[in-house]
C-alpha cells in the first residue's frame, strides 16, 4: 500500500483514474491471497476481510493532512506556505495583484478543489485559519 499511494497526497484523480487503479489494487490483492477468477468471490465483502485492508478511494485524511502540514509551517522560512496561501486566496476571488486575470478556458480540476471536498466543502480561507490555530489535522 505504501509504494502504491506513494505521492497520493497531492493527486487529483478523475473518477475514471480513481477506478482504474482500484482495479489495480484488488487485482493485486486477489493475486496475493491466490484468488482465482473462477471462484466467485465478492471484491469489496470477501477480499478486502480476507486481506485487511482498506479501499484505495478513502484519500481524504491524506490531502487534508499534507494541508495542514503545509499551512503550519513557518512563513518566512518556507515558501510552499507563501504559494500555498497564494493559491488559497486565488481560489477564492482575490487577486494577487491588480492586473490579474484568470487565463481562458475552463478551470482545471486542482488540488485545493479535493481538500474542499474532503473537508466538506468548508471555505479554504476557514480550513486555513482553524489549521493556523489549532495546528491539527481538520476533519479527523
Not at 72 to 83: E, S, Y
Request: glycine share 6%; with cysteine; charged share 25%.
Amino acid at each position: 500500500m505504501s509504494v502504491l499511494l506513494c505521492g497520493a497526497e497531492t493527486w487529483t484523480l478523475l473518477a475514471a483514474d480513481m477506478k482504474t487503479l482500484e482495479a489495480f489494487h484488488m487485482r493485486c490483492q486477489r493475486q496475493i491471497l491466490d484468488i482465482r477468477w473462477w471462484a466467485h468471490v465478492s471484491n469489496y465483502t470477501e477480499v478486502l476481510q480476507r486481506s485487511g485492508l482498506s479501499a484505495i478511494g478513502d484519500m481524504r485524511h491524506r490531502h487534508l493532512s499534507l494541508f495542514s502540514h503545509v499551512a503550519r509551517l513557518d512563513p518566512p522560512v518556507v515558501p510552499a506556505r507563501d504559494a500555498l496561501r497564494l493559491m488559497v486566496d486565488t481560489y477564492e476571488g482575490r487577486k494577487p495583484m491588480a492586473s490579474w486575470r484568470r487565463p481562458p478556458g475552463r478551470p482545471r480540476n486542482v488540488w485545493l478543489n479535493k481538500v474542499q471536498e474532503d473537508a466538506n466543502a468548508l471555505p479554504l480561507s476557514t480550513l486555513w485559519r482553524s489549521e493556523n490555530a489549532r495546528g491539527g489535522v481538520m476533519g479527523r
